[in-house]
């Protein structure tokens, strides 16, 4: 029997997440698995891959085959170069906690409403300027 480390594919349609899996190489995509070693979710900025490095390391040695797309993700970890003896690969990102908003309190805003208009109406405006030209005509 040929054991192959694969994708499991999970999500919604433009939402999709995979599970690292190892499973019979005749299975289906989405199948029953031997079992699950690891998370890959490509949408979040930057992915999320984790793999549990030990399972990964113990499937590889009794001879299980990765596919192209998890032999990618297997050298972006280094659990590749790892099984190989190669020098690790540089550290992967990893996601920026997200800034909090400063509050409307801490910015030093007011709550009291002063009940004033904080433009001029239009109409006010022409009257200003009808006041304006009747004085330059008399002067």
Known sequence: MAVKIKLKRLGKIR???YR????DSRTRRDGRAIEEIGLYHPVQNPSRIEV???RVAYWLGVGAQPTEPVLAILKKTGDWQKYKGEPA???LLV???KATRPSFDALGGEDEAKGEAI????KAEKKDEAAAESESTEA
Not at 20 to 23: C, K, L, P, S, T
Not at 119 to 122: A, D, G, I, L, P
Request: hydrophobic share 35%.
């Open 119 to 122: 433009t001029q109406k239009k």
């Open 52 to 54: 549990d490095a030990d």
């Open 89 to 91: 690969p540089a550290p």
């Open 95 to 97: 996601a920026e906690p």
């Open 15 to 17: 939402s999709p997440h």
């Open 20 to 23: 690292i899996v190892v499973a």
